[in-house]
């Protein structure tokens, strides 16, 4: 019988994966962890019924949500994970010699459980002796470090649901405040094409403008993410994504990686007119205006992180929001091949993750209204 | 009637939508039907229940069946001899408390930091008011609870005083020995009142301080909306074994609706059984997430958080722990700067920020995540805006000079002085700065220049100034004629 996992991208786009079975599939205090096995994909992890990973495409997020900021920091050596229980950034990280110290930040400790289990990297990841795990919310970590990282990687879920705090300002600040002088962070920023999903980037955006004196965006192509294209954020203290770009040096580190190169660093940074009309970059002139550096005093004892102290007493799940269960444990729909346009629509709805259900369309995204009026590039 | 699992209103409601009935009565809408707008934004179920008075629903000003014994489920819940259901807010459960207690020329024993609904019941019924000795903490610069031994000062100077009206928690969290007021004031033949506006989950939580009807008060207003979940505009009043219940329904209904909402009389109906059968652990959790917060937001240094360390046994007898208010002079900006940042720089809206607190406001709703935000945010305020403190107000308590009765100066001969001219003057209106909506200046108080600065402080740092006929407050009423 063939089993269909279905993650509605809008309310008028899907995306069907054929699903041989199930292979893990728990309902943890946060979300529902599930991973199946598809022809195409291999395993796939999906949390709140949105696909995460798989292990066919996955080379491709995880490899942009790490090296570039190896090809442009000179110096990485202490590097903080937040969320990314998953263990395909720590599997990149660890691919560096140069990098001592490796702290994860996960809230759901059952989403590095079902990784372990059942996904490749994970495993490897996580035993390996420079990594420290952390079972506490990000938000709360990250406020308690002062200038301990070189490298910051922010693999959140997205900004809507448990990684919610990953967006605000308050966490991109405390960022700034947890990194070395000359730090980097790197965030997943979403799908910069569905009109709902670039609302939340432009915003996520300029919120980092406003903590980072260099923002830049970059993108790659995901396949099983919404639209399939995603975009990044590369936020800075000192470096410039483009201008101090290392690529010799990077090369002569000998990484072998399978989506990022040096070259397509460069051209990553390189973003489509209607991303840049919207995020108010200017082509030609990629510097960012409008920061008032932060004239930080900081007086307070170096704190250094401690789950212990830092987990809260007691948590009760978020919005814990499954939008699958309805359809079968996320398997749903044996559906007919044919009769599905592939053409985009002709009119954006701009609704971004928008789950099958209607009641609970707004967890996920604001309702969408009847505008289609953005950005969408011509077809 | 005393299953806390029942909901009368909320039942007769729900059958009332299944019975089809064909309306030809008001509301106008019938059903959502006449207004598609309205019904699309609040929803078709919404609209289907706001209906009026009729048999199967009762009428809130003459409880006969289901809004009766909605009441008396409520009654029970909250160990009162009886409740009534309020749709003008606790405000206008704080005038009936006043209203049906005190009349013209009757004294009423009160501190200066009540809610401008006190004012306002004096106004209305020309009771004069007697203050009790307000005491402030002025490293934090508010007002904090009545002493027993300054009622007890009061009584002395005003024997023939009706009533003594506490303020039970403060806005802040700060509670007075209630039992032991209770105890002298009734000695001497005095009405306990409490405006119990913050407090509603004392009556359900665990290791919360006492409650007004636990501690053998007369009446208390309880802000149902506030800490206890139903919408906006309900409320609820408590009385006591010695209030007749008969003469309270008849002073409510001199200022009551003859349309009582049933969306806000289901709302409390609904939250009374919340509160009865899950308040315990509700509010435990509430507390949790305040105390979280409470040490999360000592650790950034520079604010002072709130806490049962201010029980001092007279002043601040007990310590509501759910709340969360924070101190920002440390850091060199007022409370209401604070207030400001979190919502244009980071998207938190607190509930108020005066000169010198903001009062995050942790409750039934709430998720750690949430608290998390927060917490990062004031660390982040912290880091970016801290600046030297000078230059910062702080506020002294003064007590104030009372000329007129509040209805003598609200109904007299008036004109209006720009406010930096009023020295001496008598107001005759109120000015207050809300949220909290604690007047600075009531009506029947001499202006003085501490009370102008105040003003103009509080303006000039943005607080929403109310009160006055003035929109701008710029102009005071003041009695003409001079006092
Ligand atoms: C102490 C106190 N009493 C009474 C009220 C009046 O409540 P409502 O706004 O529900 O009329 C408030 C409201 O803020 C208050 O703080």
Redesign the pocket.
Known sequence: MALWFTEAHTPDVRLCIRAERQIFSAESRYQRIEIFQSPQFGRFLTLDGLVMLTERDGFIYHEMMTHPAFAVGPDIRHVLVVGGGDGWAVHELIRYNGVERIDVVELDEMVVHAARGHLMHAASAFDDSRVRLFIQDGVAFVRRCRGEYDFIVVDSTGPVGPGEGLFTREFLGCCFSALKEDGILLSQMGSPYYEKSMDFVARTFSRAKKCFPIVRAYQAHVPTYPSGYWLFGFLSKKYDPVRDLQAGRWQSIGIKTRYYNTPLHLGAFALPSYINARLGIAPDMPREEGFAPTQAKRSEKFTTPRDEEATPAQEVPDEVFSPCEKQNDGISQKRNEQGESTAPPEQNRGEDFVPPSDEQEEDFAPTQDEQGEDHVPPL | MTDQNQTPIATALELLRHARIVPFDVPGHKRGRGNRELTEFLGKRCLSVDLNSMKPLDNLTHPVSVIRDAEALAAAAFGAQHAFFMV???????QAMILSTCRRGDKLILPRN?????IGALILCGAEPVYVKTRADSRLGIALGMAVEDLKDAITRHPEAKAVLV?NP??YGICSDLREIVRIAHRHGLRVLV????GTHFYFGEGLPVSAMAAGADMA?V?M??SGGSL??S?LLLTGPDVNPRHVRQVINLTQTTSGSYLLLASLDIARKNLALNGRAVFRRVKELAEYARREIEQIGGYAVFSKDLVNGTTVYDFDETKLSVNTLGIGLAGIEVYDILRDDYEIQVEFGDIGNILAYISIGDTMKNVERLVSALSEIRRLHQRPKAGLLETEYIPPEVVLSPQEAFYAEKAAVPIEKAGGTVSAETVMS?????PILCPGERVTRPIIETILYAREKGCLLTGTEDLTVSYLNVVKGGL
Do not use: L, M
């Open positions: 003008g807010g606790t405000t206008s459960a704080v009540v809610h401008s609904s006190v303020n403060t806005y405006d119990e506006a913050h207003a802000s909306h506030k906006t505009q409320s809300y949220p909290p909506g604690i």
